[in-house]
């Protein structure tokens, strides 16, 4: 049974799939703190092969107008994330 906030990032990652979603993202989707974004992901989830992180460079420009680069961590489903019945998992 998934608890309030993991159902809430669940929803958000399967409205958002196929798009890169930091934890920052999914935070700011959701209204909850990155924090919660990362515990949530990484113990009812990742954990459990629902999700993904993949590291990816990420361009942006700074505030001198130069082009900088930084390294993020991009979260997505797996197959067996988008298509788990997790409401299934209730009436066990």
Known sequence: MLKPNS???LDFLRAND????????IAEG???EVK?????VTSAF???GYTIR???????TKEDGTV????????????EGRTHDFDAEDAE
């Open 7 to 9: 159902k809430l990032v």
């Open 18 to 25: 196929g798009k890169n979603m930091t934890a920052a993202d």
């Open 30 to 32: 959701t209204g909850l």
């Open 36 to 40: 919660q974004v990362n515990g949530i």
């Open 46 to 48: 990742q954990k459990k």
């Open 54 to 60: 993949t590291e990816a460079e990420k361009e942006y």
């Open 68 to 79: 900088g680069h930084k390294t993020v961590k991009y979260i997505s489903l797996t197959d």
